[in-house]
């Protein structure tokens, strides 16, 4: 079974168009993220919720936008893309908990390109 | 804000054990992480060290010293499939308030060679 999953694996559009990215969790952890990853390899968070509420949002521009329908779904919109937003988007899961172990699960990622 | 620096490529020879450095700057410091990544693919966790020391797990060991701002990642008995990048990843709690963010350094790349 698929611990976190995302879809479209691949998503290939042209420069101002919308679109959205899906990433559910049955891990029945409570906090989600967003990361996005470079051409250079860097990975930098995007957004955090937990059970469902925004906690973390990084300078990030409007034109995304995470939703939270329940604590296992954490889905992104995007609109108007412009060609700096082509990377790879990925997705993750973990229980926070404070002082204890904690280890972050991915999911495999959403190839993003914008023509 | 915080600062990540690990070195941006390693290589190494199969069988061969490498130490691959991370140091950070950071306040509100509450956990380090070490993930594999390769190409293609999404990060898996390694390892984590909250307190000063040694986790060591099979041919995996992390090192973690919060008063130097460093840890390093040790691999033993070096395979071939060990060649991906290596993210270094510091959990903190902002100064402001609120949640903890998690900071990615920018990896390094281990190449394992026969």
């Known amino acids: 079974d698929t611990a976190v999953s995302q879809t479209p694996k691949y998503l290939v559009t042209q420069m101002g168009n919308d679109k959205s990215i899906k990433c559910e969790q049955n891990?029945?952890?409570?906090?989600m993220y967003w990361y996005k990853q470079d051409s250079k390899k860097f990975l930098k968070i995007m957004f955090s919720?937990?059970?469902?509420?925004?906690?973390i949002n990084e300078t990030v521009p409007n034109r995304f936008s995470p939703k939270s329908p329940d604590k296992a779904h954490l889905n992104l919109h995007i609109n108007s893309l412009e060609l700096g937003d082509s990377a790879v988007y990925f997705c993750?899961?973990?229980?926070?908990?404070?002082?204890?172990?904690?280890?972050?699960?991915f999911g495999p990622g959403t190839r993003l390109l914008v023509l | 804000g915080q600062n990540i620096d690990q070195p941006t490529e390693m290589t190494a020879t199969e069988g061969a054990i490498v130490q691959i450095n991370c140091t950070y700057q950071t306040s509100g410091f509450n956990g380090l992480f070490w993930y594999q990544q390769h190409a293609g693919e999404a990060p898996t966790f390694l390892s984590y060290?909250?307190?000063?020391g040694l986790e060591e797990k099979g041919r995996f060991s992390s090192f973690l010293s919060r008063s130097k701002g460093y840890s390093y990642l040790l691999l033993k008995e070096l395979q071939m499939k060990d060649s991906a990048s290596y993210l270094c990843?510091?959990?903190?709690?902002?100064?402001?308030?609120?949640?903890?963010?998690?900071?990615f350094g920018r990896g390094t790349s281990l190449i394992v060679h026969p």
């Open positions: 891990l029945g952890h409570d906090t």
């Open positions: 919720y937990n059970n469902k509420e925004l906690i």
């Open positions: 990843a510091v959990r903190a709690y902002p100064s402001s308030g609120g949640s903890y963010i998690p900071t």
């Open positions: 060290n909250v307190l000063d």
């Open positions: 993750a899961s973990s229980q926070v908990e404070r002082g204890r172990q904690e280890t972050q699960y």
